[in-house]
């Protein structure tokens, strides 16, 4: 009975680890749509547009729900935060608050 006890406790953990990561990697790809113009995994090259990454999860929120109400000003983030549910950009905020913050290194220039 103690072996199938610890074997079910193991294979619970599992599924929760696995599950995380699912979660995990569901709220990236949400994300990635921000990449282009923010950055990878929200990292900008310069400070417009702004970083993302690092910054705090509630801040980050509540300027996607403004944006998708109308009541942040912006050129084309209104059109993006309309396509997402209010869980995905919960999400989102919460992917790119778990982001280490830093700018990212421009690519060379081509030649």
Known sequence: MLK???LLAVLIAGWAQS???ADAQYARS???TCFA????DGRSVNSVP???AGQNKDYLLRQLQEFRDGKRPATIMHQHAKGYTPEQLDLIAGYFASVT???A?????AR
């Open 30 to 32: 949400l994300a990635a």
């Open 101 to 103: 913050p830093g700018r």
């Open 105 to 109: 290194t421009p690519a060379p220039a």
């Open 37 to 40: 113009c923010h950055g990878t």
């Open 4 to 6: 199938a006890a610890t």
């Open 50 to 52: 702004p970083s993302l």
């Open 19 to 21: 599950a995380a990561a």
